[in-house]
């Protein structure tokens, strides 16, 4: 897998104020206290992030997202369920991402979003390429300047100390 190198810099403001990730590890945080959240921010390198979302309140849940920051595209897949609907429970982690990481190891132009979601289809469930307007976290902190028109992502940093987004 192709990994972009480089230094990056963070802000951080004080308690109330308003700070831009500016780094992968910044943007690992609870979304939703204490039961939701994104962790694992990569850079795949060329203008493209992964990262994980995870999920557990009465149920748990793991999927990715594999984003195209310069268009603004990004795969959508579940790899791991439990007690989160009436299907089975099931746990693909591993092998979703064997296929992604397959494709992101050989040229750009094989690995499509499109491709990718075909492929990763055959062990994820919920799979889909969907459209963003607002600029994501990973793309912030690693591609920049491939923002556009896109709204530009900031997080805030609330009393209790947590990191939400603005």
């Known amino acids: 897998m192709m990994m972009r190198s480089g230094m990056v810099w963070c802000v951080v403001m004080a308690v109330g104020t308003t700070a831009q990730a500016v780094t992968l590890s ?5 979304t939703h206290i204490s039961h939701g959240g994104e962790a694992d921010h990569v850079d795949l390198g060329e203008g493209r992030v992964m990262w994980r979302d995870w999920w557990s309140q009465e149920g748990t ?15 959508r897949f579940r790899t791991a369920e439990e007690n989160m609907s009436d299907r089975l429970p ?8 064997r296929i992604v990481n397959q494709l992101e190891a050989g040229d750009r132009i094989f690995a499509s979003l499109k491709r990718m979601g075909n492929e ?8 889909r390429v969907v459209a963003f307007t607002k600029e994501p976290c990973a793309c912030a902190a ?5 923002r556009g028109e896109k709204a530009t992502f900031e997080l805030k940093q609330t ?8």
């Open 61 to 75: 849940a793991t999927s990715f997202t594999v984003a195209d920051c310069g268009p603004g595209e990004a795969l």
């Open 142 to 146: 690693a591609y920049p300047e491939l």
């Open 26 to 30: 910044a943007c690992s945080r609870t």
């Open 90 to 97: 099931f746990e693909r982690t591993a092998a979703a991402l």
């Open 159 to 166: 009393p209790q100390g947590l990191w939400q987004e603005t």
């Open 120 to 127: 990763v289809s055959e062990e994820a469930r919920n799979v």
